[in-house]
């Protein structure tokens, strides 16, 4: 189990590598992003908005995408975050929300 310092690096850092893919596929696929504190996904057409944020009491990253609320857990033998139900990492878990909300698979 993560103590709040380490839960805190590891979600900076996830969010972080997270945030400068997303900076490196934004213009490509048509969507902004923005990192402060919670790092955001926004697209004009469709319309949509998606937040990445941790949540440090329960210690998980949270993902709020396709009105869903997604809550990945520290898997310490794969050093990431992931979904429990599927076993997505976060970057696996944004690509397909991303693709969803697109209408075309992409790779980040």
């Not at 319309?47 to 009105?67: D, R």
């Not at 857990?73 to 929300?97: C, Y």
């Amino acid at each position: 189990m993560l103590d709040s310092q380490e839960f805190q690096r590891k979600s900076d850092d996830a969010l972080t590598k997270l945030y400068k893919t997303l900076a490196l596929a934004s213009d490509e696929h048509g969507f902004d992003t923005d990192f402060g504190g919670a790092l955001t996904i926004e697209f004009e057409d469709p319309p949509a908005k998606f937040v990445v944020s941790p949540n440090a009491p329960v210690k998980q990253i949270w993902v709020s995408a396709h009105m869903t609320s997604y809550k990945l857990d520290w898997d310490s033998q794969r050093g990431e975050f992931v979904l429990p139900e599927t076993g997505q990492d976060l970057k696996a878990l944004i690509e397909d929300a991303i693709s969803r909300q697109l209408g075309e698979a992409i790779k980040l």
